[in-house]
């Protein structure tokens, strides 16, 4: 007896060395799909655990070209490609998913802030600003953003007076990038509203979650989003999935979200791969998020995003101001105090204020889920003084 198919799966490029492709590797080996990975240097995060790798610049076409080679589809773990270079390699025959046509409103703010206004996507009030004066018509206080290249707090700067407008100016002059300004929302809190996409259209839509930042660094994510209306949370999944299917994204989509004070949504921020946001789903979900985008991009059926439990709490182990963290040290007091914690770590040196790997709690109480993956990520970071035994 013969088979037509074939047993062996396509090889999938990965761009980009950091957390987010060493944790596509994990549901990668599970489906027996090979990846190949370009690295920005020698040991990086993904490098550790994908062998087969070429380190070089992602702004580099042939080095895109060469780590494409012999592969059908290729997938990102940032967002920082040249869109030109997208182009060149769809012209090659390569699948770019995302796409360049849906990845540049990732990598522009004002083209993103444009097409979400023509998708009428509840967004706050923008407008891309030159000059000082500019941005006192618009109105103080406002967020001055540069389109491009911001990301963690980097890149934003919320201005109260007239005179703190220069250093977004200086800093977009120094890029080559514009400055973008938007109203400072009155926000409750934010939320985030992930989804995946294949390229035959299919979707699937998680948990609306609650997100708090530190430092401009997401530090702590509630799955699903505690006391969230129902009538929001849905609007905020249609939201995303509008975006998703107008866009022509394929992959994760992470749609960053204010909760006004009001009681409104407004579209914060974009992001076309897996998020922060949505680590809770290796532990919470039926299939993670890294499962579900591997499964989008290369065009597989989609895995439920159904939560396991009630709560699932993750917390980023973020590397303290001094050196007295600790992180597989850590372990055996982190696992002997809390059996059921999972313990995440991207294989990084720690630094204060680095994202070195995270924590997931779960279960059907929510206080106890906190304090078990606050008490976990503060005991990695060193940070003794808001743990106890």
């Known amino acids: 007896m013969s088979s037509t198919g074939s047993h062996r799966a396509p090889t999938l ?5 950091g957390q987010l492709a060493r944790m596509m590797a994990q549901p990668a080996i599970a489906l027996g799909l090979p990846l190949r990975l370009l690295a920005e240097a020698e040991g990086v995060s993904a490098a550790q655990v994908i062998p087969d790798q070429l380190v070089g610049d992602h702004t580099d076409l042939d080095t895109l070209r060469a780590v494409t080679a012999g592969t059908s589809v290729v997938t990102f773990d940032h967002e ?6 997208l182009h060149a390699l769809v012209a090659d025959g390569i699948a770019v998913r995302p796409g360049p046509d849906a990845l540049v409103h990732a990598q522009d703010k004002a083209v993103m802030r444009r097409r979400l206004a023509e998708l009428d996507v509840p ?43 220069q250093a977004a100016f200086d800093a977009a002059a120094a890029a080559g990038v514009e400055v973008l300004a938007e109203e400072l929302v009155d926000f409750r809190r934010e939320l985030s509203a992930l989804v995946a996409r294949s390229p035959s259209g299919q979707a699937a839509a998680y ?8 430092d401009g660094i997401c530090h702590e994510v509630v799955a699903p989003a505690p006391d969230l209306a129902p009538a929001l949370a849905g609007e905020a999944q249609e939201i995303a999935l509008r975006i998703a299917g107008a866009l022509d994204v394929t992959g994760i ?5 204010f909760e006004t004070a009001d009681g409104r949504i407004l579209v914060n921020e974009l992001a076309m791969r897996p998020h922060n946001t949505g680590h809770w789903s290796q532990d919470g979900a039926v299939t993670s998020q890294f499962e579900n985008h591997l499964r ?13 439990e009630r709560w699932t709490v993750m917390v980023n182990i973020l590397g303290g101001p001094t050196d007295t963290g600790r992180l597989y040290d850590g372990l055996p007091h982190a696992m002997a105090r809390d059996p059921r914690l999972r313990v995440h770590f991207y294989g990084k040196d720690l630094r204060p204020g680095r994202k070195v790997g995270h924590v997931n709690a779960y279960g ?5 889920c906190l304090e078990r993956a606050r008490h976990a990520a503060a005991w990695f970071r060193g940070d003794l003084g808001n743990v106890s035994a």
């Open 296 to 308: 989008a991009v290369m065009d597989l059926p989609l895995g439920s995003p159904a939560p396991r």
């Open 80 to 85: 920082h490609v040249p869109i030109a270079h």
């Open 207 to 214: 948990p609306v979650v609650a997100s708090t930042q530190l």
């Open 364 to 368: 059907d109480d929510l206080e106890d």
């Open 253 to 257: 989509l992470a749609v960053e979200l």
């Open 123 to 165: 967004c706050p009030r923008n407008a891309v600003v030159t000059t000082a004066a500019d941005v006192e018509e618009f109105g103080l206080p406002c967020v001055l953003k540069t389109t491009r290249g911001g990301y963690d707090g980097k890149g934003v700067w919320v201005v109260r007076a007239i005179d703190e407008a």
């Open 13 to 17: 490029a990965v761009i980009g060395g």
